[in-house]
């Protein structure tokens, strides 16, 4: 069994969608793991691509929820790291 | 005794097809259409769904047999306690799965549009955590 028929991580377009002379498809990328005794899939979306008059347009689907997560965990290490500094600090100088 | 070992190995034969069917349906998650909803028409707009999917599974059996009555007799069991053979098996599984609208798309006469859908309730939750690292840090700092 090789690494790639054992994780996956590959590009998904949806069926293209025709409204008002638009071209509308969605696309998506899915992390897949096969293993012997069961398996693994995360899906998510990436970007729609907008089809108009030759024109190809990009609009990206951003995980605000995923984003905000992440940038709220990363102001507690921060934090945790500032305060776990200036009490070290200070108590060098004491000493 | 061959009977019972016929029926085992069907019992695990079955076991298999209801595994890989199941492993079937467990990458069905990668298509597009687990990620994408069917378009909804409502007047003028158009409303597309995409979510956030995981799927995860995992599966595992078992089976065995006692040894065969010559070579229990050798180990010193008497010829009236080796009249059986026993076979046996077992399998079990767990999965579980997830999904989370991310954003809507939204055709109208104003062109396309990706609305975000922010889950509230995950970013107050990030959100305690962090007002609770600041109170403890401040209670050290201010010490």
């Known amino acids: 069994m090789q690494f790639k028929d054992v994780f996956q991580w590959r590009p998904v377009s949806g069926e293209p969608l025709i409204v008002d002379g638009q071209t509308i498809t969605p696309q998506s990328r899915a992390l897949i793991v096969r293993l012997p005794v069961g398996g693994f899939v995360w899906h998510l979306p990436t970007a729609v691509l907008v089809e108009q008059n030759g024109q190809v347009k990009r609009l990206p689907i951003v995980n605000v929820t995923r984003v905000l997560q992440l940038g709220l965990l990363a102001s507690c290490v921060g934090i945790a790291l500032a305060g776990w500094l200036a009490s070290r600090k200070r108590e060098e100088n004491r000493t | ?143």
């Open chain 2, 1 to 143: 005794m061959i009977d019972t070992t016929n029926e085992v190995l069907s019992l695990v034969n079955k076991r298999e097809q209801q595994v890989a069917t199941l492993m079937e349906k467990l990458f069905s998650a990668a298509q597009a259409s687990a990620v994408f909803s069917t378009p909804v028409v409502a007047g003028n707009y158009t409303v597309v769904t995409a979510c956030e999917v995981a799927v995860g599974g995992g599966f595992g059996s078992g089976m065995g047999q006692s040894p065969a009555p010559a070579s229990r007799e050798q180990q010193g069991e008497t010829p009236q306690s080796v009249s059986g053979v026993g076979v046996g098996g077992g399998g079990g599984g767990g999965g579980g799965s997830n999904g989370r609208p991310v954003a809507a798309i939204v055709i109208g006469p104003q062109g396309v549009r990706v609305k975000p859908i922010v889950d509230v309730t995950k970013i107050a939750i990030a959100g305690i955590t962090l007002g609770g690292t600041i109170a403890v840090m401040l209670r050290k700092v201010l010490k």
